[in-house]
């Protein structure tokens, strides 16, 4: 009980509301919010999951580019001017092919030595490529190699070279070079989203080509803080410290040497917009729910006070009418209560009829015992003989008693009575007889009955047929005809036989006077008792209006 005093203190009904209003409405923001950190995780690891396709998406595109140079390397490199040495002609065919492409070929001896270059007309003199550690690189893999960005001596630009290493002599290896702004159109940030940038590094970290609002010029250095991570053949790098609010990723140029990345910022204002969104609107919806609350709290409150008024006048013993509020189910009780309050007035009205009806048959219970104890008192010869005449009689009566309060004093049915009556006798059930229609006994005619009975049945038992097991008897009542009387009459038979020869009594006792003269006076009718040798025989004829309760 403390515990539930702790969390549940004496409050009004509008501060529990209030209470309740707000530990739902906070539940709830606090799901929401729980949504919104899932839907940006999600969100999220969508992005990421898109950046680190765009990067491979841009890598097989410059892997594409660099695989037809490679090609074109072969072809070349098999050409029969080269192999019959006719380099001028090879010179010829070659810039004439390649110069759509913005692509050049070099030829190069095993010290890196110019023999020509499509840049320039056949002839013209030319000293050593500019960018040897590529080509040196290359002669000693034996496979054709992308070189780093570097400034080209010929043209002046950022270019990078693509090497083919030969086995044949004097051409040691042939060149295709390019300038690193002529693969920019390969570049582009078309299909990301707006400020975003690419960029396709080189294998010492230097920028080849970039596109995008952070584009870097060819040859920058890209951030060295970031190159270290870059260390998987694909992946997304996120450090807010180096970038913050940015996610960049990459993705490694298959059988190359070189990188893509794509980098930009994180959509953070629709996420700040959002959260934004969800304080204001949680505040107002905490706000419209104890508002929504203190209302509902002050209609409830009234309806609960007129409800409490009508009660405390029932009390006082009114008859109230009910009130009209609001509440469907206050109603309810408002219509119960005056229900209640009409129905106490008639179980009031019934009580002081009770009691005064329990005056009167409680003086009637007196005087019948009254003059039962004086008659058996004339007859008793010993205190012992009359208190057990008494307490057999009284056991009788009581009987009947408790039959009518079972039943609030109106009425019982007949073979109910009966049944009462003879079941203090064991050998009833098999030895004696009953046979009658039914009908709803007089309060009166109950107990008055039920005297006749239970003499009756001690009587047999203590003289008559029920004293021997061969014993029988029958009682029955049935309707008779009376042609001199307009009112209906019942005849009630007791007969025994089987048992021991009967003798007429030389002296009237109690049990006489009940089953004939105070059972005749009871039922305004007639009562023959018949000694006979064969058994008792006993009949009353009474009018059915003194017995049935209408």
Do not use: C
């Not at 009566?397 to 049915?413: A, D, K, M, P, Y």
């Not at 006077?513 to 059972?519: C, F, R, S």
């Amino acid at each position: 009980m403390k515990i539930v005093a702790l969390f549940f203190p004496k409050a009004s009904i509008g501060t529990y509301l209030v209470a309740m209003a707000v530990a739902i409405a906070l539940p709830i923001f606090a799901f929401v919010a729980l949504l919104l950190l899932q839907l940006e995780d999600n969100q999220r690891s969508t992005l990421k999951r898109e950046t680190a396709q765009d990067a491979l998406a841009l890598s097989r595109i410059i892997d594409r580019q660099l695989q037809d140079m490679a090609t074109t390397l072969r072809l070349l490199s098999s050409s029969p001017e080269l192999e019959n040495g006719d380099l001028a002609s090879f010179h010829e065919r070659t810039e004439t092919a390649l110069r759509n492409n913005a692509l050049y070929v070099l030829a190069v001896d095993r010290n890196g030595q110019q023999l020509l270059n499509t840049r320039r007309p056949f002839g013209t003199p030319l000293g050593k490529t500019a960018n040897i550690p590529a080509l040196d690189a290359a002669m000693k893999s034996g496979q054709i190699e992308a070189s780093d960005v570097f400034r080209g001596r010929t043209s002046g630009e950022w270019v990078y070279n693509v090497t083919l290493p030969r086995e044949g002599d004097p051409v040691a290896a042939l060149i295709i070079t390019q300038d690193a702004s002529d693969l920019g159109r390969l570049v582009t940030t078309q299909g990301l989203a707006p400020g975003w940038s690419a960029a396709v590094l080189d294998q010492s970290g230097h920028v080849v080509v970039a596109a995008g609002p952070a584009a870097l010029k060819p040859g920058t250095p890209f951030d060295p803080r970031i190159l270290p991570a870059l260390g998987f053949s694909r992946g997304v790098f996120e450090d807010k410290s180096i970038l913050p609010h940015m996610l960049l990723g990459y993705a490694q140029i298959p059988g190359w040497s070189w990188k893509t990345v794509i980098w930009g910022p994180v959509a953070q204002a629709s996420i700040l917009s959002t959260w934004r969104f969800l304080i204001i609107g949680g505040v107002a919806l905490v706000l419209v729910a104890v508002l929504a609350a203190y209302a509902v709290a002050r209609q409830v409150r009234t309806t609960i006070r007129e409800i409490a008024d009508m009660a405390n006048r029932m009390g006082k013993g009114h008859i109230v009418s009910p009130v009209e509020t609001s509440v469907i189910e206050a109603n309810q009780v408002a219509i119960a209560l005056s229900n209640a309050s009409f129905d106490r007035s008639q179980t009031e009205d019934r009580l002081r009829f009770v009691m005064h009806e329990l005056v009167h048959r409680t003086k009637n219970l007196l005087t019948l015992a009254q003059a039962m104890m004086r008659q058996l008192a004339k007859q008793a010869d010993s205190v012992e003989t009359f208190q057990a005449a008494v307490a057999d009689r009284l056991e009788g009566l009581v009987r009947s008693i408790e039959l009518l309060t079972s039943e609030q004093w109106g009425g019982v049915s007949l073979r109910r009575v009966v049944d009462i009556h003879l079941q203090a006798f064991p050998q009833s059930h098999e030895q004696i007889e009953i046979t009658g229609n039914d009908f709803v006994l007089k309060p009166d005619a109950v107990q008055n009955l039920g005297l006749a009975l239970h003499e009756l049945a001690t009587n047999s038992v203590k003289y008559g047929a029920l004293s021997v097991p061969q014993g029988r008897v029958r009682f029955d009542w049935h309707d008779v005809r009376d042609e001199d009387k307009s009112d209906a009459l019942l005849r009630f038979t007791w007969e025994e036989r089987g048992g021991p020869p009967v003798t007429e009594p030389s002296r009237s006792g109690f049990g006489t006077t009940v089953i004939k003269a105070h059972a005749a006076s009871a039922f305004r009718g007639t009562v023959q008792v018949d000694f006979r040798p064969e058994g008792l025989l006993w009949v009353l004829i009474a009018h059915r209006a003194a017995l049935e309760r209408e």
